[in-house]
């Protein structure tokens, strides 16, 4: 994976209002109802993260979920962390 420039990921950012790129890496926050409700989503999250073989760096206190994702190998980001995220959005936030 080739690590993507600070412009590419400013321009990709665009489609997803909930992350920020800063350290090297993107970074979201997620809220949830209940701390049940966050750890289901981290559930589901932690398949997507296997399938793509990408995993996260997450913390979670109570109900908050925080993100960070870049790729080790990289050195930063890349398409992969943009993959990965894309899928984390459709599981906190599906489409009605």
Avoid at 13 to 36: C, G, M, S, T, V
Avoid at 62 to 87: C, M, P, R
């Amino acid at each position: 994976m080739t690590k993507l420039s600070e412009d590419t990921i400013e321009q990709r950012l665009l489609r997803f209002p909930d992350w920020e790129y800063f350290e090297n890496a993107i970074h979201a926050e997620f809220e949830f109802e209940n701390f049940k409700d966050c750890f289901s989503a981290m559930s589901r999250i932690a398949f997507e993260c296997e399938a793509l073989n990408h995993h996260p760096a997450w913390n979670n206190v109570y109900n908050v979920l925080t993100i960070s994702l870049s790729t080790h190998s990289a050195n930063g980001v890349t398409e992969k962390d943009f993959q990965l995220a894309e899928a984390i959005e459709a599981i906190v936030e599906p489409e009605e």
